[in-house]
């Protein structure tokens, strides 16, 4: 069974810094493309970070660029995101992903997903 547990979520002010985990088990994490994807309250789903650790390709959405940081462990099969300098529009549920290959449509791997809150 595939499994995706995040943590590191929380309450913060404007400029802190918080990071994201996601711990996977249940398929082969490596060779995976691996993704954060984020939803706040009526707005769509926005994918701030992916990886692909084939090539450690990264992809950042333009909001975060500069700010968030995608990375992995496989030894540790953990995805990590860093995100510094925290704005109010980061509040959102953050979701780990994955996906057999970076050309999928979608991703059929998700977390439960974890709240991240900025106040200014």
């Known amino acids: 069974e595939v499994q995706l547990v995040e943590s590191g979520g929380g309450s913060v002010q404007v400029g802190d810094s918080l990071r994201l985990s996601c711990t996977a088990s249940?398929?082969?994490?490596?060779?995976?493309?691996m993704g954060w994807v984020r939803q706040a309250p009526g707005k769509e789903r926005d994918t701030v970070a992916s990886?692909?650790?084939?090539?450690?390709?990264?992809n950042y959405a333009d909001s975060v660029k500069g700010r968030f940081t995608i990375s992995l462990d496989n030894a540790k099969k953990t995805l990590y995101l860093q995100m510094n300098r925290l704005e109010p529009e980061d509040t959102a549920m953050y979701h780990c992903a994955a996906k057999p290959q970076s050309w999928y449509p979608a991703y059929p791997y998700w977390g439960q997903g974890i709240q991240v809150t900025v106040s200014s």
């Open positions: 249940g398929f082969s994490f490596s060779s995976h493309y």
């Open positions: 990886i692909d650790d084939s090539d450690g390709t990264t």
